[in-house]
């Protein structure tokens, strides 16, 4: 017998294999797994100072992905410095992410908030390609 996903969630899965993959090519390292994914409103997470991403096994796996990959770059690559200023990120947002923002982060924590939300959307070629870019700029050697 042959159980069929929908074609959506078959498109679903070979994208998230897809970024794991360029992920990994890049040095982090990806987690299924964690002992925080009991949380039962916890997506994934970025494991501060390391290059380690941490995906839970429900919801929009490759939107948790790219979200949580994202504040590692901020934290390894852009020093915490956004690419977007508060006003420009938190234009960009629905009405619904930026109540999120006011109820569940502190104003200092909304433009990493913001900019890890609106990159999770971004089409997984250009967020790689933004990825690349803070990145390497932040591994460039500064001129005396």
């Known amino acids: 017998m042959v159980l069929l996903q929908p074609l959506g969630a078959n498109a679903r899965g070979e994208k998230l294999q897809e970024a794991i993959a360029a992920f990994e090519q890049r040095g982090f390292v990806i987690r299924r797994e964690h002992p925080r994914c009991a949380e039962p409103q916890l997506f994934g997470l970025y494991v501060r100072g390391q290059r380690e991403v941490v995906v839970c096994p429900r919801g929009n796996q490759l939107e948790a992905l790219l ?23 938190l234009h960009q947002l629905g009405r619904r992410d930026r109540r999120e923002l006011q109820l569940l982060y502190r104003p200092d924590q909304w433009p990493r908030e913001a ?30």
């Open 115 to 144: 900019e890890a939300r609106l990159m999770a959307r971004e089409r997984l070629d250009s967020y790689l390609q933004a990825l690349d870019r803070a990145c390497t700029a932040a591994e460039a050697p500064k001129a005396n």
């Open 67 to 89: 979200h949580e990959g994202w504040h590692a770059v901020q934290s390894l690559c852009q020093r915490g410095t956004p690419l977007l200023g508060s006003d420009a990120l």
